[in-house]
């Protein structure tokens, strides 16, 4: 039943180490740029054999069923040690959607495969003309008989080259109202008609991709929750993730990193460093607390409200304060170009985490927008019409 | 554009809601009894608070020594928070840090001038934490009743914050009397009476000066919020031996104690400022209408109100944290550390949104008039005071203990 829930919340934090001790492969320990699939395959296949592989997912559904409590320590102690992100958004995303919303049918189809690390998952939301405006994609779906036949493209999917399966938000119907014609869909990348094309970022890393859907027949069946209703869907899976986006985690190994490159162009012992270096954990400790009390809130059961916002923003901004002070700091370093296969970080390699650091600011929401709602839910600050 | 101003109005009482969240997460006590104790604690500052004037008070007290209002100092003693730390075998409360910023928060909301982290946390937490019971039992119920406001005197030089060394005020005992010669600056607080740090034969010792003691001068310095500091000179001020609040050792620990815990205080003051400025703001960006609408409408100005709002709850956690250590955590060491964070950035967020706070008011900010210029002034004082936010960064910068420790 309660494995992973029984006994104190150190014993539990013990027997994340051990098992992680034991079973990751200690050169994928912090990498600088995300994994390639082949690369952490076998750690997703042991992490399916041992019943690890998805710690949010109720027992039932072949998950480890951890209270939020339990599950915010499994992540600190991933973080802690190291641990890659599995490029699967199946764990993720996929799961929780189906086990709330999908059919029985749908359930049995698709969760045991990614239980068992078969099917990988990707996001096809954004498009070349909805990125943050979201609502406005185009990407169509139109009904004919009892399939799907859709037409359109997808762009900054992560990891769609890797991936087996995506699920897509597309158009099924034009309104006054443009997120009520918005439905989800799922289907398997070896759909005829389908394209991926990887996009090289300025980091030398083809992380995400283009994905062009030519008439891609999907069935009826493939169709996740009601006819247009999509966007709720999509959006009812927020929880957690408005958390883990506002992570101090970046942040943190970031300072880390900064004296560490201090210490190696010896300066660690400046005033002028020391000066920035404190501000800089200022910053941090004010960042852990306040992701402290979001986490608070999840692992009480309560919903997180619009103020979480706030969080991402810090987040992803305190990160950016701290690779630009590295970069600063690091002279003619900083202008050296990154290998771009490599997996540890060089001590001197500050370019890396400077590009790191530019993606967070702009997805999952761009601070620019996350500003806007908290202007019109925290503030009370009237959207101009 | 009626709908727009009617859902904010709706929008603003759960807004009221969201910003008591923060500073109740960093202040409030968790139990069900303390909890409700320090509920009904911030009711009575802020009754007390309204029916005194509100903010408005303040422009008939500033500019006019004391520069506070002495029948309302009295009511406050009457209300017990004078004791509030003092132990209750003194008469006092006996409570601690959680309490004290719990009516320092409110306080700063209503902008009062009245000098309860100089006399309540500075100048009697000195006194408490010494070591001459004769003179605690009689100098204590004077302070804790309202009749003597006390001032601690450390500081003799601007941008100081070393109070272990006051070089340049010294004492010399001779008998049954110690005789003291001179100076301190930037003495906050009421000029009723001196706990006075000087360096003697056997290192530093903390004395008791009455106000009216023969050889001592208090000038006053009007300060921008129009309360007031001294300078104070001291010719062959003559004190009876038994003065001696704390010496040697002892004289340096309570004075840790007394400066840190009043750094704490006046931090909690500076979150109240913050809170009821932006919430003023927030309040003028809804009405006033430019251009045909509410000029919060503006993206600019939303995004700017919103970096004031993170601010502000970076504050409120840098606090929460304070508040902790200060209830859990017994080294000294990392209790100065706390202080020193939370004065830093309480400090530095406060001056970031009260200058924004007059900016966004247009024109309107820069008249006295507008009562938004008031906290700006409040907190220019306040940063001063207790060592600014860059002294603290800089004093951080050098704790080699605190930089490893900082990360796990």
Known sequence: ?385 | MKNGVANASANTMTQIDNFSISSDAALLGRDTETLERHTLLRETVTSLMEASGGVSRIRGLRGRSPGFDKPLWKKMADLGWLGIPVPEEFGGLGLGIRDMCIVAHELGKWLAPEPLAASMALATGAIWRGDNTSLKTELLPQAMSGELCMALAWQERVGEIDFAAPNLTRAIRRGGEITINGRKSFVHGAPDGFIVSASGDDGMGVYWVPGDAHGLTATPIQLADGTFASDLTFVDVKVPADSIVASGKGANAALAAAIDDAMVVVSAELLGIMEAVLQQTLEYLRARVQFGRPIGEFQALQHRAVDLLMAKELASCALSDAIDTFEFEADLERRAEAAMRVKFRTSRSALAITRAAVHLHGAMGFTDECNVGLYLKRVIVLNSWLGNHDLHLQRLSNQIGWLTRAWH
């Not at chain 1, 098992?19 to 995300?34: G, Q, S, T």
């Not at chain 1, 799922?186 to 008439?215: H, R, Y």
């Not at chain 1, 009812?236 to 210490?263: N, W």
């Not at chain 1, 809130?297 to 992803?316: D, M, N, R, W």
Request: net charge neutral; glycine share 8%; aromatic share 8%.
């Open chain 1, 1 to 385: 039943m309660d494995e992973f829930n029984r006994g104190t919340d150190d014993e539990f934090r013990g027997k994340v180490r051990q098992f992680l001790a034991d079973h990751y492969p200690p050169e994928l320990r912090n990498p600088i740029r995300r994994l390639k699939l082949r690369e952490i395959r076998e750690w997703q296949i042991t992490l399916s054999r041992k019943g690890w592989i998805a710690p949010n997912w109720p027992v039932e559904f072949g998950g480890m069923g951890l209270t939020p409590r339990r599950l915010l320590i499994l992540i600190e102690e991933q973080e802690r040690w190291g641990v890659a992100q599995t490029p699967d958004m199946g764990i993720t995303m996929v799961g929780p959607l189906l086990i709330q919303h999908g059919t029985r049918d749908q359930q049995e189809e698709y969760l045991p495969k990614i239980i068992k690390a078969e099917n990988i998952w990707c996001q096809g939301y954004s498009e070349p003309n909805a990125g943050s405006d979201l609502a406005s994609l185009r990407t169509e779906a139109r009904v004919s008989d009892d399939h799907f036949v859709v037409t359109g493209q997808k762009i900054w999917t992560t990891l769609a080259d890797d991936a087996t399966h995506m699920f897509l938000l597309v158009r099924t119907a034009r309104g006054e109202r443009k997120h009520e014609g918005i439905s989800f869909l799922l289907t398997p990348m070896s759909a005829p008609g389908i394209t991926v094309k990887p996009i090289v970022n300025i980091a030398g890393q083809a992380e995400f991709c283009e994905v062009f859907l030519d008439n891609v027949r999907v069935p009826m069946r493939n169709l996740v929750g009601p006819l247009h209703g999509g966007w709720t869907i999509a959006k009812s899976l927020l929880g957690f993730e408005r958390l883990f986006v506002g992570s101090p985690k970046y942040a943190r190994h970031a300072l880390t990193h900064l004296h560490q490159v201090a210490v190696e162009l010896g300066i660690g012992d400046t005033p002028r460093y020391r000066e920035r270096y404190a501000e800089l954990i200022l910053d941090v400790l004010d960042l852990e607390t306040m992701y402290a009390r979001f986490a608070q809130i999840v692992t009480s059961g309560k919903a997180l409200g619009p103020q979480v916002s706030l969080l991402k923003i810090c987040a992803t901004e305190c990160f950016q304060k701290i690779t630009n002070c590295m970069m600063e700091l690091s002279a003619e370093y900083a202008s050296i170009a990154p290998s771009h296969n490599a997996l540890q970080a060089q001590a001197t390699d500050v370019l890396s985490s400077f590009y790191r650091s530019i993606p967070p600011a702009i997805y999952s929401g761009s601070n620019e927008i996350m500003r806007n709602s908290l202007a019109r839910d925290v503030l009370g600050l009237a959207t101009a019409r």
